[in-house]
């Protein structure tokens, strides 16, 4: 990969922090030291603010099919670049190789897709009340676009943000999360080989408050995504108000997988498995709470116990690893706090697990049932490897029951009759449903949630919108 530095992207060049200071980057399997990277100055980030600003009146220039031709280049490189690229994510986040190399393919599939969507930004002509008067609406870039990002998916997260963003017009900022910026910069280094203009694509690292602050406060700087937790999230708006910025935001999740007592239990726990211990369940559409029949719960609890039993814990790099480390010691904390909660208020857990390692942060599969409303690990992002299980005892119960979470992200539903499927997904509270499926995330189609999961769409046609503002032409002849 030429020119990839542990530096930060300002105005195409590559730069340290004015003042010197620099932030530790470890990998969470080994704990080893991968980088260390800069933690930019409030003027740093002010110096990126401007060369967006700089490079957006260049950008938004660029024929549409000029700009569409640059992302597919982009793409092709993420893809040529496939062994670096998720060898950097397995060190820095922890997820077993394979799991990275196909956040690489996905996240690739978004430039592709977005370089396919630049070329259609059509705007409208209405009919007037005049033969002298005609209505036209066009749609041009927003403006400057900063992205805050985490750290469970370095490369894809960033991409989705991305190349909406490029293909709209808009020049872009991206703060990476601290655990995982060599991805982040990776990708930049990567924009510079595609031939994207100096300044349109910045990544700055260091102090998350005092960028996203820098960033929000900024009148430059139009639009704001964030994928990441809802608190921060709720900051953010309230933080959005000063200068009226157009936010998309992709908050936490609480996802229910209900398993229908006509489900195909065996597709279910296999479903169950990729949509809880993918990323060591660190992914915001992660099942959180199986609701299960109570006719079939004991047959899918056995069955799930069976497969979790199979799955392998340890260092990403293995090619055998089903589960990688959990992403730092807060993390291991969370978790085993829920799963200590939930059995001291009554739950049973089923497969206990395994203790982990002194100093390291693996958390084995884990299984509980009898889990309530009233529970912690019920209201909360469980973020790791655990199983919650709940059981209802007809149709009203189980909508009641998952419905019953601030959130809104993901829901999965498992059932054989199609007709019951489709009624009760539209009656679930989610801005996604899987049916039958719980690998639902694509390029083509928009990620996003409702209620306390944010708003604003990720990928699909309706994608680009979130970059683009409309004008309305009232031409008088
Ligand atoms: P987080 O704590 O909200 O952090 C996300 C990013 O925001 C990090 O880069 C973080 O930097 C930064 N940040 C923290 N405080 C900030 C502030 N005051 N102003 C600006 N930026 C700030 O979330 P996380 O624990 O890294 O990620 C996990 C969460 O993300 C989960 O809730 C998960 O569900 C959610 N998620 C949602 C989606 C989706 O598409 N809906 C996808 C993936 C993840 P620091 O780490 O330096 O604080």
Not at 11 to 29: I, L, Q
Not at 271 to 286: D, E, L, S, W
Not at 305 to 325: C, E, F, H, W, Y
Request: charged content about 20%.
């Amino acid at each position: 990969m030429k020119n990839f530095r542990f530096e930060c992207l300002i105005n195409g060049m590559w730069r340290a922090s004015s003042d010197g200071k620099t932030t530790p980057v470890t990998n969470p399997s080994s704990k080893k030291l991968l980088a260390n990277v800069p933690s930019l100055s409030k003027s740093d980030v002010q110096s990126a603010i401007d060369s967006a600003g700089k490079a957006f009146e260049l950008w938004r220039e660029i024929p549409a099919r000029k700009r569409s031709d640059l992302l597919l280049g982009l793409a092709n490189l993420i893809i040529a670049h496939t062994d670096t690229l998720a060898a950097t994510i397995t060190a820095e986040q922890g997820k077993p190789l394979a799991e990275s190399r196909g956040e690489i393919t996905y996240a690739a599939n978004y430039f592709r897709w977005f370089s396919e969507e630049a070329v259609r930004i059509n705007g409208d002509i209405i009919p007037s009340d005049s033969n002298s008067k005609r209505i036209m609406v066009i749609k041009q870039p927003i403006g400057v676009v900063a992205a805050i990002t985490p750290w469970n998916f370095p490369l894809a997260m960033l991409a989705r943000k991305m190349a909406a963003a490029l293909a709209a017009g808009c020049s872009f900022i991206a703060k990476p999360a601290p655990e995982t910026p060599l991805t982040a910069l990776a990708l930049a280094a990567l924009t510079l080989e595609a031939g994207i203009p100096a300044g349109v694509v910045n990544v700055i690292t260091g102090d998350a408050e005092m960028i996203g602050a820098a960033l929000m406060h900024s009148p430059t700087v139009r639009k704001v995504t964030f994928t990441g937790s809802t608190e921060v999230g709720k900051i953010l708006i309230r933080q959005s108000a000063e200068t009226v910025k157009k936010l998309t935001l992709e908050l936490g999740g609480n996802a229910p997988l209900v398993v229908c007592d006509d489900a195909d239990i065996s597709k279910a726990v296999e479903g169950a498995v990729f949509g809880k211990f993918r990323n060591a369940g660190q992914t915001c559409i992660c099942v959180n709470r199986f609701l299960v029949h109570e006719k079939v719960a004991p047959q899918f609890t056995d069955a799930l116990i069976t497969r979790a039993k199979q799955l392998v814990v340890g260092d990403g790099m293995n090619s055998a690893t089903d589960i990688g480390p959990l992403i730092n010691n807060d993390a291991l904390a969370k978790v085993t706090r829920l799963v200590e909660s939930a059995s001291r208020e009554g739950a049973k857990v089923n497969l206990p697990p395994a203790p982990t390692p002194a100093g390291s942060t693996f958390f084995p599969p884990t299984v509980i049932s009898n889990i309530t409303p009233q529970m912690s690990i019920w209201k909360e992002e469980i973020f790791g490897p655990v199983c919650a299980i709940a059981t209802f005892a007809n149709d009203e119960e189980a909508i009641a029951l998952a419905n019953n979470t601030p959130h809104g992200l993901a829901a999965y539903l498992y059932s054989t009759n199609l007709n019951r499927a489709l009624s009760l997904a539209e009656r679930l509270d989610f801005g996604m449903v899987g049916i039958n499926d719980t690998s639902i995330s694509a390029a083509q189609a928009p990620f996003g949630g409702i209620k306390e999961s944010g708003f604003g769409r990720e990928g699909s046609k309706y994608g680009i919108d979130d970059y683009l503002v409309l004008k309305y032409l009232s031409v008088q002849s």
